[in-house]
Structure formats: C-alpha cells, structure tokens
T-cell receptor
Framework: ETGVTQSPTHLIKTRGQQVTLRCSSQ?????VSWYQQALGQGPQFIFQ???????GRGNFPPRFSGLQFPNYSSELNVNALELDDSALYLC??????????????FGEGSRLTVL | DQQVKQNSPSLSVQEGRISILNCDYT??????FLWYKKYPAEGPTFLIS?????DKNEDGRFTVFLNKSAKHLSLHIVPSQPGDSAVYFC??????????FGKGTLLTVNP
C-alpha cells in the first residue's frame, strides 16, 4: 500500500511569485484535503477535493487554488505569494466525501519559505 | 475564533508514568474528536478517535476521555515511553472530512 507522497519537500520563493505543490493520494483514496501549518500553529484547512471537484473550503483567499486529477492526485497552487504564506503545506487523503471517524492520512508536507 | 484549544504548549513526563494531554473546544457541532501525533519532518499520524456520543475510547496504552458538558477531552498515555515524545494535536470533525486542529502540545518523555 502506497502512502501519501508530496513534492517538493522544501522550496524557497520570493514575494509575488507563484508556487505549485503536488500530492499523490494513498492507494484506494478518492478524497484529498490540503492544510497549512504555520510555525507554532496547528494545521488549518484550506480545501478538499472529492472526485475532481472542490468539496469545501476554509478561510483562505482565492489566490489559493487547487486541482484534483482523474487518478486522484492533487495540486495546490498559490499565486502572488506573501511572506505569511511561509508554512508547511500538508496533503491528506481519505476515502469518500463523509466520514464517521474523520481519520486522514497525511503526507510529510512541503515546506515553503517566502522571502 | 479558536474552536479547539490546547492550552499547554509542552509537557514533560518520566518514562513509565502517565501522560495526560488536554484539549478544550467551543464548537458543539463536532461529531467526533481525534488525536494525531507528529514527529519532526513527518506528517501527522492518526492516534485515536472518539465519537461525540461516547465518553471513553481505549486503544492499548492510549485512552481518550470526552466530557461533553465541559467541552473537554483528554488523552492519557500509560505507561509513557521515550518514543512517545512528539507533538500531539487534538482535532474536532463534523460530517465531512474537514478537521479543526488545536495548536498542539509537545510531549517529552524522559528516560
């Protein structure tokens, strides 16, 4: 069973640039969620994709966008990067739109630094 | 609005003793609660969950207690082991997969 994999693991960008982060979901999972974890904070929900459609969004501006592909892998795109976007971006996969237990399977994350 | 609060940023415990991590919440709509453990340079890993209709759930050395009237839950680890040293996140969830996390508590278990 292949777990959740994310790329790149680390990257550095400058303010105003754009970034794309990638995630391969765990085998058999069709739902992908993205979380932002700033330093000293818990993960914050960005959005979720279920069967290639956005299925819920947190309190993040439109410059945070995403995609889910037919193989259920996903991308997170952030435009016009700001210094506060520096964080660990976590991808999590699961099966189905709803859950009785809420268990998510997280990748190791992509550490983004914006200078 | 912080719906899930972990008021202790850190906790230090001796090996073999009990570790108790606490979490408070304000959102009465949560259907379940979960604890995740996170080691440095790794993603969070699921530890244990509890439905909002239960007051206790046990899995080996880990027990989660839920007090709905106080909007409080706790994670007990007995006995604590050095490998348990990690950041522990409490999270609440509803009918979809969106989880609301606390800020985490760093547990250090000393040999």
């Amino acid at each position: 069973e292949t777990g959740v994999t994310q790329s790149p693991t680390h990257l550095i960008k400058t303010r105003g640039q754009q970034v794309t982060l990638r995630c391969s979901s765990q085998s058999g999972h069709n739902t992908v969620s993205w979380y932002q974890q700033a330093l000293g904070q818990g993960p914050q929900f960005i959005f979720q994709y279920y069967r290639e459609e956005e299925n819920g969004r947190g309190n993040f501006p439109p410059r945070f966008s995403g995609l889910q592909f037919p193989n259920y892998s996903s991308e997170l795109n952030v435009n016009a990067l700001e210094l506060d976007d520096s964080a660990l971006y976590l991808c999590a996969s699961s099966y189905g739109r709803r859950s009785n237990t809420g268990e998510l399977f997280f990748g190791e994350g992509s550490r983004l630094t914006v200078l | 609005d912080q719906q899930v609060k972990q008021n202790s940023p850190s906790l230090s415990v001796q090996e073999g003793r009990i570790s108790i991590l606490n979490c408070d919440y304000t959102n009465s709509m949560f259907d379940y609660f979960l604890w995740y453990k996170k080691y440095p340079a790794e993603g969070p890993t699921f530890l244990i969950s509890i439905s909002s209709i239960k007051d206790k759930n046990e899995d080996g050395r880990f027990t989660v207690f839920l007090n709905k009237s106080a909007k409080h839950l706790s994670l007990h680890i007995v006995p604590s082991q050095p490998g348990d040293s990690a950041v522990y996140f409490c999270a609440g969830g509803g009918s979809n997969y969106k989880l609301t996390f606390g800020k985490g508590t760093l547990l250090t278990v000393n040999p």
